[in-house]
């Protein structure tokens, strides 16, 4: 895991874009897997930039996303179908019939967006991390093993969500459709970005923490081309 301490998250998003820029512009048609929440907005914001810069494309590129909440419409406001849109496609020129975001509430539902992913495999995987160390909406205490499954959220994760609701934890959704673990840990490349004082104790946990379903994060000491990007609040737990 390679992890590069940046001193805000302006230094954060500039980093962590010019290694998707890499990945891009050496594969025109590269598979991202993309993240919504806080992280990765300044990653969206600096590709937005460079590609109203004239300096790279996104026509070819194809998209999945790691989660999406469970019944919600796809055009309320908070879904992260209608998030990705405002924070990104609607201002790249990404071909819409090549974003694809997780739909559903059934195993069937499930299996074919894991089917989707597999016929192609993801270059580059964008990675926020929850306060419980959750990435895609993989809570603590999912298996290691797991694909493209229905999760039901944790208190913090909604907790942590109710912001996006009107502060109240009674309005967000309680389940979501998530990228498995093995979903995640089979994309080639990984890119995570926390920032935050209230990141660093499970940015601690996932880099020097022993490698637990109870700690979903730590998963990534065992992938083969990990970075993660963290301003210094987000590092201070860090030896
Ligand atoms: C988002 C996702 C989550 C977030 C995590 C951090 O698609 O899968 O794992 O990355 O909850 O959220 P923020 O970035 O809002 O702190």
Do not use: W
Not at 98 to 103: A, E, G
Not at 139 to 159: A, Q, R, W, Y
Not at 200 to 225: C, F, R, W, Y
């Amino acid at each position: 895991m390679n992890v590069i301490v940046c001193k805000d998250k302006q230094e954060v998003a500039k980093k962590a874009y010019e290694l998707l820029k890499d990945v891009v512009a050496n594969k025109p048609n590269a598979v991202l897997g993309l993240a919504t929440g806080s992280s990765p907005i300044g990653l969206y914001g600096e590709m937005i930039a460079d590609y109203k810069a004239g300096n790279l494309s996104y026509k070819n590129v194809i998209s999945f996303n790691l989660d999406e909440y469970v019944g919600i419409d796809k055009n309320h406001p908070e879904s992260y179908s209608s998030f990705m849109h405002k924070e990104l496609f609607d201002h790249i020129d990404i071909q819409e019939d090549n974003t694809h975001l997780p739909f559903g509430d059934t195993q069937a539902d499930c299996d074919a967006y894991e089917a989707a992913m597999s016929d192609v495999s993801i270059d580059l995987q964008v990675l926020g991390i929850g306060r419980n160390g959750h990435i895609g909406f993989n809570e603590p205490g999912t298996s290691f093993d797991s694909l493209t499954h229905i999760v039901d959220l944790d208190e913090k994760t909604i907790e942590d969500n109710a912001r996006f609701f009107d502060n109240d934890a009674n309005l967000v959704p309680k389940k979501a459709i998530s990228m498995g673990i093995a979903t995640i840990m089979k994309s080639k490349r990984i890119l995570l970005i926390a920032t935050g004082e209230n990141k660093a104790e499970a940015v601690a946990a996932m880099v020097n923490g022993p490698v637990t379903e109870s700690m979903p994060a730590s998963i990534l000491q065992k992938h083969a081309d990990v970075t993660v990007f963290v301003d210094e609040a987000a590092a201070a737990n860090l030896k």
